[in-house]
């Protein structure tokens, strides 16, 4: 029979994988206190929360949930990375922080409901942010209408340039 303060730790999981769209697993292990309160801040700017709770509360939770396993991640001291809105920010925070300290090492995780590998969360990391793919995509909207004003524009500026040399022509006679 299960204790009251599992209990309540299981129900926090729940709340929290329900509350957040996805979830990357790292391992800590040789990280200092420093280092990984480091850590936490750069991933809660790039709008993530790291917890780290017992490994098989968190897979009791997750099946209580029915969601896919990831016991094959949930191995040794086990860091979860609860992701808001867009993974790619804090996939990017992990691992670049990987980069400058080795200990850290990106295990695998759940992003929209679908278990993905350490190479799928790198991977994920290299795209660019939502915002950045929101730029890009207004900009190319703009494109077309930007030319069609330079088009509708050009007779009325070639007109001008016309009457400024005739006036400049007229006044050097």
Known sequence: MPNAQNTAVVAKIKEKLTAHSGLILADYRGLSVKDMQELRGKVREAGGEIKIFKNTLTEIAIRELAMPALDDYLVGPTAIVFISEDPVAPAKALTEFGKAHKALE????????????????????????????????????????????????????????????????????
Do not use: Y
């Open 106 to 173: 990106i295990k695998g995780g759940l992003i929209d409901n679908a278990v993905v590998d350490q190479a799928a969360v790198k991977a994920i990391a290299a795209l660019p942010s939502r915002e950045e793919l929101v730029a890009k995509f207004m900009g190319q909207l703009l494109n077309p209408v930007r030319g069609f004003m330079t088009m509708a524009n050009a007779p009325a500026s070639a007109f001008a340039r016309a009457l400024q040399a005739v006036a400049d022509q007229k006044e050097a006679a």
